[in-house]
C-alpha cells in the first residue's frame, strides 16, 4: 500500500522543500492542503499545482489527492471550479472537499437533501475532468461523520466520481465498529485517513470529563494492525493518507519526528511491509 503525507502541517515550506521532506521521512507521496497557508493555495492552485506534481514526480513522488478548505462544499463556487480544471489538467485522481455542518436550525433530512443536491454537481464537475471527488468521515457534527451517515450522502453516485474517505480514527470516536462501517462503505471507498484516537479524563469543577486525544498509531484505541486487515481483507488497494496529527507532534519543529515514528509503525502491520 502507498503511504502518503497530509502536508497541512508543513505550511511556510516552498514546493521543493515539502518533496524533500516527504522523500527524507520515507513517505510515497503527498496529499496536497490547497488552503490559504499553503504554497498551493486557492489563489495560486492553476499556476502552481501543475508545476508542483510535475516536480514531486520527479523526487518519485506521487500526488494523487488534494484536500480544500475546511468550508470547500459549493460546487459553484469559481475557486472550487477552478481547483477540480486543474487537478484534472495535472493528472491528480482524488479532491477531498470540506465539511458541511449540522445545526439545528435545519432538520438533519433537509440537510441531506441539500447536500446531495451539491453532490450532483460536483459528481458532473468530476466526471468533467476525470477526477473523483471524496466526503471525509469526520467526527461530531459533521454530515458523513461516520460510515453509515456518509452513505446517506453519497449512495446512488458514480463511484467512480463521489466516494468515501473513511477515517478510522474518527469513526473510534463515534463509536461506529470499524468492520462494520468498511462493509457499509465498501463499494465507495477509495481513501483511508490514518491518525489515531483516545481519550483522557480531565477534572472539571469536582467532575471528570473525558477530553479527546490524538496519540501516537500504536498507542490509541484503533489497533492499526487489526484495522489494515480489514481493509485489505475488504479488497481496498488505494493509499493510506497519514496525517501527521499526533499530540504534541503538530509543530513546525517536531511533526516530522512524530511521523517518522509512525511511518515506521506503520511500515510494520501494512502487506509486503509496503
Given at each position: 500500500?502507498e503511504?502518503?503525507?497530509?502536508i497541512?502541517?508543513?505550511?511556510?515550506?516552498?514546493?521543493c522543500?515539502?518533496?524533500?521532506?516527504c522523500?527524507?521521512?520515507?513517505f510515497?507521496?503527498?496529499?496536497?492542503?490547497?488552503?490559504g497557508?499553503?504554497?498551493?493555495?486557492?489563489?495560486?492552485?492553476?499556476?502552481?499545482?501543475p508545476?508542483?506534481?510535475?516536480?514531486?514526480?520527479?523526487?518519485?513522488?506521487?500526488?494523487?489527492?488534494?484536500?480544500?478548505?475546511?468550508?470547500?462544499?459549493?460546487?459553484?463556487?469559481?475557486?472550487?471550479?477552478?481547483?477540480?480544471?486543474?487537478?484534472?489538467?495535472?493528472?491528480?485522481?482524488?479532491?477531498?472537499?470540506?465539511?458541511?455542518?449540522?445545526?439545528?436550525?435545519?432538520?438533519?433530512?433537509d440537510?441531506?437533501?441539500r447536500?446531495?443536491?451539491?453532490?450532483?454537481?460536483?459528481?458532473?464537475?468530476?466526471?468533467?475532468?476525470?477526477?473523483?471527488?471524496?466526503?471525509?468521515?469526520h467526527?461530531?457534527?459533521?454530515?458523513?461523520?461516520?460510515?453509515?451517515?456518509?452513505?446517506?450522502?453519497?449512495?446512488?453516485?458514480?463511484?467512480?466520481?463521489?466516494?468515501v474517505?473513511?477515517?478510522?480514527?474518527?469513526?473510534?470516536f463515534?463509536?461506529?465498529?470499524?468492520?462494520?462501517?468498511?462493509?457499509?462503505?465498501?463499494?465507495?471507498?477509495?481513501?483511508?485517513?490514518?491518525k489515531?484516537a483516545?481519550?483522557?479524563?480531565?477534572?472539571?469543577?469536582?467532575r471528570?470529563?473525558?477530553q479527546?486525544?490524538?496519540?501516537?498509531?500504536?498507542?490509541?484505541?484503533?489497533?492499526w494492525?487489526?484495522?489494515?486487515?480489514?481493509?485489505?481483507?475488504?479488497?481496498?488497494?488505494g493509499?493510506?493518507?497519514?496525517?501527521?496529527e499526533?499530540d504534541?507532534?503538530?509543530s513546525?519543529?517536531?511533526?516530522?519526528?512524530?511521523?517518522?515514528i509512525?511511518?515506521?509503525?506503520?511500515?510494520?502491520?501494512t502487506?509486503?511491509?509496503?
Amino acid at each position: 500500500m502507498e503511504i502518503i503525507f497530509f502536508i497541512k502541517f508543513l505550511a511556510g515550506l516552498d514546493v521543493c522543500q515539502i518533496g524533500e521532506a516527504c522523500k527524507r521521512t520515507g513517505f510515497d507521496g503527498l496529499d496536497v492542503a490547497i488552503r490559504g497557508n499553503q504554497c498551493v493555495n486557492p489563489g495560486n492552485v492553476a499556476s502552481v499545482l501543475p508545476d508542483a506534481v510535475k516536480t514531486w514526480a520527479d523526487m518519485g513522488l506521487s500526488a494523487q489527492l488534494v484536500t480544500l478548505e475546511g468550508n470547500a462544499v459549493d460546487p459553484d463556487d469559481a475557486t472550487v471550479q477552478t481547483i477540480f480544471e486543474t487537478c484534472g489538467r495535472a493528472g491528480m485522481k482524488f479532491i477531498k472537499l470540506g465539511y458541511w455542518g449540522w445545526n439545528a436550525s435545519e432538520h438533519y433530512w433537509d440537510g441531506v437533501r441539500r447536500i446531495r443536491a451539491a453532490l450532483e454537481k460536483f459528481q458532473t464537475l468530476s466526471r468533467h475532468h476525470g477526477v473523483c471527488t471524496l466526503v471525509h468521515t469526520h467526527s461530531d457534527a459533521c454530515y458523513g461523520s461516520n460510515a453509515s451517515g456518509v452513505m446517506h450522502l453519497v449512495d446512488g453516485f458514480d463511484p467512480q466520481h463521489v466516494a468515501v474517505y473513511l477515517d478510522p480514527a474518527h469513526l473510534a470516536f463515534d463509536g461506529e465498529d470499524l468492520a462494520m462501517g468498511i462493509d457499509i462503505v465498501r463499494d465507495y471507498l477509495r481513501m483511508i485517513g490514518v491518525k489515531n484516537a483516545g481519550y483522557e479524563p480531565v477534572k472539571d469543577d469536582g467532575r471528570t470529563r473525558w477530553q479527546k486525544t490524538l496519540p501516537l498509531l500504536s498507542e490509541g484505541i484503533v489497533d492499526w494492525s487489526t484495522a489494515i486487515g480489514l481493509i485489505t481483507a475488504a479488497g481496498y488497494e488505494g493509499p493510506l493518507c497519514y496525517h501527521g496529527e499526533i499530540d504534541g507532534y503538530m509543530s513546525s519543529q517536531r511533526i516530522l519526528e512524530g511521523a517518522a515514528i509512525d511511518l515506521a509503525f506503520l511500515r510494520q502491520i501494512t502487506p509486503s511491509g509496503s
